[in-house]
Every structure is written in C-alpha cells, then in structure tokens.
C-alpha cells in the first residue's frame, strides 16, 4: 500500500477530483445549539483508506460571532460543535485528499437566542412561589422539573445547594428545555439521592444540562450523574460531575449527544460510557481521579455505534483502571481521536476474543500520551504499549508517545479478528525507563501478525541506539511498508530535560525539534501528510520526520523569552541574536497549556544580524498565563518559542446582580480600588453602555431589548473581568 500511495501521489489525475459532502445534524436551533457535522460522505477519494488518510479541517465561526467561543479550530471526518451564543455562524471546512487536490465548502447556521418561560429556584425559595422571577423562586429541584415543559427551561442560583435530586426525564419529545443556573458564583451543586441516578433520560429529546455541579450520593454500585437511554440532542455543558461509583454518563442508543467542557472526577468505573452512540461528541473534557470501585474499566469506553468524535481533553490520575480512551465495539467505524492528552493506553479493540467483526475508519491524530509512573504497584499497572490497534482501515499520524516499550501496537491477539489496512505516519516517540512495563528499550511500531502496515517518516529517540528501534515485524505479518523512520540517541528537543511523561505534567509542544535535530528533512516523499501537529504544512519532498514540521530555516534566533507580572498586566521580553526574511512574531497565551489563542503581532523591522529586545505587554492577563512567540517567515513557514509562566495576584473582583435582570442592575466592583469603568456590548460586539463606575451603583435598563450581553470591567486601562448579562 505505501508504494501504492507514492504512484498515486505521483500521477494525481488518476484520482477523481474530491468533492466535500458536509452534513449538519441541524442549521438552525436555539442556544445552547448542539451540532454534529458530517463529511463521511465525501466522494472522490478512491482507495479504501482515502477518508482516514484525508484531513478535514474545521473552522465553526468564520466571522467570529462569538469572539469567547471553544474549540472553534478542530479536525475530522466528523466533527461536533456547541454553539453558546445567539447568532449566525460561517462553518467552513476545507479536504485535503491523499493526492494533495482540496475542496471548501461553508454552510450557515442560525442560533436564536431563548425566549420561552425561565423558572427561578435558589435554596431561600418557596415551592408555593410561581417561581417566574429571581424575587420568587422555588426551593426543591424535583419540584421544578415536574413544572418543566416545552420551550421552557429551570435555572438555579449560583453558590447554592440543591439537595436529594433525583429525576427522571421520561417522553419528552416536544420543545427545547434548558437546565441551567443565574446569578453569579460558583456553580449550583445538585446533591443526587442515596444510592439512584442523579438524572435518568429516556426518549427524550432536545435537552441541555449547563453550569451545573452534579454530585452523586452513592455508596453502592450502579450509580451515575447522568443515565441517558434511547434519546436524542443531548447537550451537556460546563458541568462538573463527581461521586458516581459506576458511570458519570451513561449513553445508551443515543444520537447526536455532546458533551463539551465539562470536569469529571472522582468516579468508580468510568467517566463515560456509550454504546450503540451515534454523532457522539465528547469535546474538551478533562477527566481525571477515578476511585477504582467496584468495577474499574476505562476513561472512556465508546462502544458500538459510528459516527463519533473525541477531541481536546485531558485524561489524567486514572490510577485504578485499563486505559484512558477504549474504541471498543462490533462493526465501529467513523471515529476521529484528536488532540487529546492522556497517560494511559489508547485502545482501538473489538469487544472480546470471540468478537470477529472489526472497527474500521478511525483516525488517531495529535494526541499526547505519556506513561505515569504514579500507576506502577496498582491493580492494573502500566501498560507497554501507549497506542493498540486491532482494526482495519486505520490512519495514526501526528502523534506523541513517551516512556512506552511499543508506542504503537497493531495487530490482534489471535482471536480471529480482522486487522490490517493501516497507516502509521508522521509520530514521533520518546522512549525512557518510566515503569517496568517500559522494558529495557523502545520500539516505534510492534507489529505481529496482520497484514498491509505502512509505516512512513515516524521518529523514535532514546537515550542509546541500543535502547530503541523503529519497527518490529514478527514473521506473519505480510506487505508491510517501512521507511524513512529514524532513531536518535539526541533528539533537540525544545524542552531539555523534558518533563515527566506523565500528561498533566507534561505538553504535547516540548516535543517540537530543534534545527540541530535529525529529524529535520530525514522523511521521504509520498506520504498523504499534509500538515503537522500544529497544523503547520509539511515539506513534501523533504519532510521532516516526526509529529512536527520545522521552518527551512529559522526566521528568528532567539537567545531568551521572559514574562514579568505587573500589578494588572503582564511585560514579555526576548531577545533575539538574528532576524533575516522575518515577517512577523505572534504573540500567544492559554491558560490550560492545550489551546493558545493570538493576543498580538508585532511586525518585523527588517533584517538584523545584532543582539535586538522586543517586548509586548499583555493588559488583559488571566489569573495563570502560559505565553509563547510564534515568529513567521516571508513564506509563511513558522517556528514557537519555549513556553513561560506568569501569574497574576488576585486583588480585584466585580460582580452584578440580578442577573437575568428585568430592569435594574447593581454593579459592585470590590478588591484594591472599586473605580472603573463598565462597558456593555450586545451579540454583534456593539458597545450599548459605557459607564465609570465608583464603588457599587445601580443602573436602570427597562427599555432595552431582551436578550444577552457581555459586559466588561477596566481599571487603569486593563481588563480585569468579564462576564454575561441576560436582559428578560
């Protein structure tokens, strides 16, 4: 098969032009909108593993309606997005097909905002209340949600509990319902009922659970947050879910459920299951502590089912358990597995021994996986291979695996299954002694008995060349294709030392390579790798081995990057000992370490071959900032800069309330010094209110039109807080 891509790849006419096929779940919904999209349909890719191998590139707000908007950047097949605010989206998604032809398409979609009936509940209230304003709430969670109907929706007050909630959610099939909170604060947290599943869902359809914090009250087994059955339209969002000794969720034959940036931890069996799931979405989750009782199982198990998308979360501290995310059913197929952190096996396995149907069509791209030592001397221990495979039409490329003694396994444990058809492309392994289930030495890819395994430009380093090889084949396996994968015994890492292997303390970024490294240019030709982990393009011709793609050269030589907390801002200072055909350095932050987002540019001034300082001050800094330079080329070829931290004093807060409000609100800024200055903007990022605020004021609103907006709080000219406002 790797021959047999290079010819394709050679003489492109023999492809059919690619034509991009995107199916929405939905175009058009009210906030917060679930969509799942599909491009499984896309025609003109003629070899059986052309759709694992294409790359799908989404952008879910082309015009940047909701400028504070997740996970707008992805990748996939499939893909899923959730929608928060109110207005009209521009999704476009660009195919890049094996041959290098591509096609874009866009397609609308409509968010509304919610107009239905809002019912209030805070623990002060009064079931006897009508429960239709902050003023006269109810008290009891089970009492508001039998009070809940058709375009309606139940919020509860921030920093309150809500004790002994147990629902279930039974034949509703009409209308939007939202469950969700108001006020300012923490999260509500709803308290389940001794040893019964918090909330329990069955055929019922189009429901959101948002802001909450959900804890079970369990001390037998059996027990979850959320048991979701033949439903559909499911959104869970921003939830924090804890104490279930089975399953956080629960999916059982549900289509299109989504589940995005919510905190999981401290549960029994697994944080996740679904089974006979379709356009499932579970998208920057982080998962982490789980318990170990009674039964411990994985991360997350995906079982049966197609159509499934698992993107940019964190799995971490699964001490009791078998592997982090298991792809595991009869007949799967349709799966994208990107972007994700984890420090426990990656498992793309049928059912059990006697199970003979395969998964198929999953592709495995930019994930971090690192063995954690923390596991050894526990139930389940280590495993020795970071990524396990026993399925057909397969494509693992642009990954990162540390401390395993097989980063990659594919092949089966002679159960009769059918494996085979897959491509290992691009993936770079670090191997070091972490457990004893590292082995003496690391293998790039373990092979053992399956047949057609390309495996192309990937990059292994140890610390001797006697402690590493690049494939191991065992004498069964027929039409493997290797090359140009390599071995270092100095891998120039960005990052040296690294840090631990294990995923919450270490970053899929440490791992890009140095212009000194090997890896630079050592990768063949006729590879249907496009771009690298960063998404950065690949050289075609002389591509570099690994996850990553270094710049030809680099446009910047940077001597030292530092970050300097001020009182409300943060000061970032380099130097740099060369700039030749620079054009510009990004300036980037994340908070998570996992998604950077651009803060500022600053152009390049023409060649210099002297010592030179930049700096960039950064007025609007979160409460933790991870900073990176991204410094561009004339040709668009880039390069990042190491990682720096700085962290802010927390000294200034501002709240307001009621919130949703029907006429008046109080604005109360408190901390070091209470004068600023308050602005408002609607959906559209209009500013409709610009005020100087001393100490705590009350404005008067009853005219202006319902709906939401976002307000803004400055003191000296920094931004030292944000937040919603809702207009009834």
């Known amino acids: 098969m790797g021959i047999g891509i290079g010819i394709l790849l050679t003489f492109a006419p023999l492809f059919a032009q690619v034509n991009l096929n995107i199916q929405p779940s939905a175009n058009s919904g009210i906030a917060p909108l ?155 947290i709803l308290t389940g009922t001794i040893d019964q599943d918090v909330f329990f869902l069955d ?79 579970w998208v920057g989750n982080r998962i982490d502590s789980l318990i170990g009782t009674p039964q411990p199982e994985h991360g997350m198990r995906i079982q049966r089912g197609e159509k499934q998308f698992i993107a940019h979360n964190t799995l971490t501290n699964l001490i009791e358990t078998k592997s982090s995310i298991q792809i595991r059913g009869d007949g799967q197929r349709h799966v994208m597995i990107y972007r994700n952190k984890m420090d426990r096996i990656l498992g793309v396995n049928p059912q059990n021994v006697a199970t003979v149907a395969a998964i198929s069509h999953v592709t495995i791209e930019g994930n971090y996986i690192g063995q954690n030592p923390a596991y050894t001397g526990t139930s389940w221990e280590n495993s020795n291979n970071g990524i396990n495979v026993e399925a057909t039409n397969i494509a693992i490329r642009n990954n990162v695996i540390d401390g395993y003694r097989n980063a990659i396994f594919v092949g089966h444990d002679f159960n009769g299954v059918v494996s085979g058809m897959v491509d290992v492309y691009h993936n770079t392994a670090n191997w070091r002694a972490v457990s004893s289930q590292s082995g003496t030495g690391g293998r790039m890819v373990r092979v053992r008995d399956v047949s057609h395994v390309n495996i192309r430009n990937n990059f292994i380093s140890a610390p001797s060349l006697a402690q590493a090889s690049t494939v191991n084949v065992d004498a069964t396996s027929t039409f493997i294709d290797q090359a140009h994968n390599i071995i270092a015994t100095t891998a120039d890492y960005v990052l040296n030392p690294l840090p631990g292997s294990a995923a919450e303390s270490n970053d899929i970024s440490n791992y890009q390579v140095l212009s000194s490294s090997g890896a630079i240019g050592a990768g063949g030709s006729g590879v249907p790798v496009f771009y690298d982990v960063d998404n950065r393009p690949r050289n075609l011709m002389t591509p570099d081995v690994g996850a990553f793609e270094s710049p030809t050269f680099l446009p910047v030589e940077l001597l030292t990057f530092e970050a300097f907390p001020q009182r409300r801002s943060v000061l970032l200072r380099w130097t740099t000992a060369l700039e030749v055909n620079s054009d510009n350095v990004e300036i980037q932050r994340t908070e998570n370490g996992l998604t950077f987002e651009k803060i500022g540019r600053i152009e390049a001034t023409g060649n210099q071959t002297t010592m030179a300082v930049r700096q960039f001050t950064d007025f609007q800094p979160l409460q933790n900032n991870y900073y990176r330079l991204k410094m561009v080329d004339k040709d668009g070829s880039f390069d990042y800069s190491r990682v720096v931290h700085a962290e802010m004093p927390i000294n200034v807060s501002f709240s307001l309330y009621p919130n949703p409000t029907k006429g008046k609100v109080v604005l109360q800024p408190s901390g070091t010094g209470g004068e600023g200055v308050f602005e408002l903007y609607d959906t559209h990022g209009i500013q409709v209110f610009h005020h100087t605020i001393y100490n705590r004021q009350a404005i008067d609103i009853p005219d202006w039109p319902s709906g939401l907006y976002h307000w803004r709080f400055f003191q000296d000219g920094a931004l030292v807080n944000t937040g919603k406002l809702v207009k009834l």
């Open 203 to 281: 055929q019922t359809d189009n429901i959101a659970f948002m802001d909450l914090h959900v804890v079970a009250n369990s001390s037998t087994a059996g027990v979850s947050n959320f048991n979701i059955e033949d439903c559909e339209n499911i959104l869970l969002l921003n939830l924090e879910l804890e104490g279930a000794t089975s399953l956080a969720i629960y999916y059982d034959d549900v289509d299109k459920s989504g589940t995005f940036d919510t905190y999981v931890h401290d549960f029994g069996v697994l944080a996740v299951f679904s089974g006979d799931g379709t356009r499932m979405s």
């Open 34 to 188: 679930y969509v799942f999209f599909d491009a499984t349909t896309t025609t003109g890719l003629s070899d059986t593993n052309d759709l694992v191998n294409s790359d799908f590139q989404w952008n879910f707000d082309l015009t940047d309606t909701d400028p504070n908007g997740n996970w707008i950047i992805t990748k996939g097949m499939v893909a899923g997005h959730a929608f928060e605010e109110p207005g009209t989206y521009i999704v476009q998604c660009t195919v890049t097909a094996p041959d290098g032809t591509t096609d874009t398409e866009t397609d609308t979609i409509m968010v509304t905002a919610f107009s239905g009936t809002t019912y209030y509940v805070a623990a002060n209230g009064n079931d006897a209340n009508n429960g239709l304003s902050m003023g006269t709430p109810w008290q009891t969670a089970n009492f508001a949600f039998t009070q809940l109907g058709p375009n309606e929706r139940v919020l509860f007050q921030r920093g309150d509990t809500f004790p002994n909630v147990a629902y279930d959610f039974n034949n509703l099939t009409v209308g939007r319902r939202i469950i969700g909170a108001y006020g300012t604060g923490d999260k509500p």
